[in-house]
């Protein structure tokens, strides 16, 4: 049973960087599949941030790309976020999941717990 | 605001059957689109009920089933069961917006 557990951080400052990692068990982050980052702030629906490809291809959120970076360790068989200068409207629940893709298809499989993030001051 | 449009809560006894709509546009829901649907236990990772718009995944019952038209889909609950109460959400991709996945504000079903 493929499993994704995220962790980091739980409470993070304004102006700060938030930093999860996400562990991957019985599927290979090198596999043909997508490793996205999904996040839910309270009372909306969910949003996604950006995905990880093969040979380190990303597409990130146009709304998030210019503070957003998505990177793998594939010896640890692990990806990562990287989000900038958070604010308050960043709280919520982050997930990373795997997707399986097909052409303009791509459905998520598998999801992890989610980490619940806070921005205060 | 969420791109796809869900209804925010639908209820119904034991039994009964529901239905989830979520519409959207052209460049979501429209031809060549993708529609999955998932279901949410607060506290508990959210599961995969439908993908493509009618498939089951393996270990999904059967009393869920997708259907689509023009540009909306809906997801049906037959025989509701009290394991059933969730949030419901849907999700496609949006070419105009290039993001590869929009959502719907979810669909909290109640069973009575």
């Known amino acids: 049973q493929v499993q994704l557990q995220g962790s980091g951080p739980g409470l993070l400052r304004p102006s700060e960087t938030l930093s999860l990692t996400c562990g991957v068990s019985?599927?290979?982050?090198?596999?043909?599949?997508?490793w996205t980052w999904i996040r839910q702030s309270p009372g909306k629906g969910p949003e996604w941030i950006g995905s990880?490809?093969?040979?380190?291809?990303?597409y990130y959120n146009p709304s998030l790309k210019s503070r957003v970076t998505i990177s793998s360790d594939t010896f640890k068989n692990q990806f990562s976020l990287s989000l900038t200068s958070v604010t308050a409207a960043d709280t919520g629940v982050y997930f990373c999941?795997?997707?399986?893709?097909?052409?303009?298809?791509?459905?998520?499989?598998?999801w992890g717990q989610g980490a619940l993030v806070t921005v205060s001051s | 605001q969420s791109v796809l449009t869900q209804p925010p809560s639908v209820s119904g006894a034991p039994g009964q059957r529901v239905t989830i709509s979520c519409t959207g546009s052209n460049s979501n829901l429209g031809p060549g689109s993708h529609i999955h649907w998932y279901q949410h236990v607060p506290g508990t990772a959210p599961k995969l009920l439908i993908y493509?718009?009618?498939n089951r995944p393996s270990g999904v019952p059967d009393r869920f089933s997708g259907s689509r038209s023009a540009t909306s889909a809906s997801l049906a609950i037959s025989g509701l069961q009290a394991e059933d109460e969730a949030d419901y959400y849907c999700?496609?991709?949006?070419?105009?917006?290039?993001?590869?996945?929009?959502f719907g504000g979810g669909t909290k079903v109640t069973v009575l």
């Open positions: 999941v795997r997707s399986d893709c097909s052409g303009s298809s791509c459905f998520i499989d598998y």
């Open positions: 990880l490809y093969r040979r380190g291809k990303t």
């Open positions: 019985d599927s290979s982050i090198n596999s043909g599949y997508s």
């Open positions: 999700q496609s991709y949006d070419n105009n917006l290039s993001v590869l996945y929009v």
């Open positions: 493509d718009y009618t």
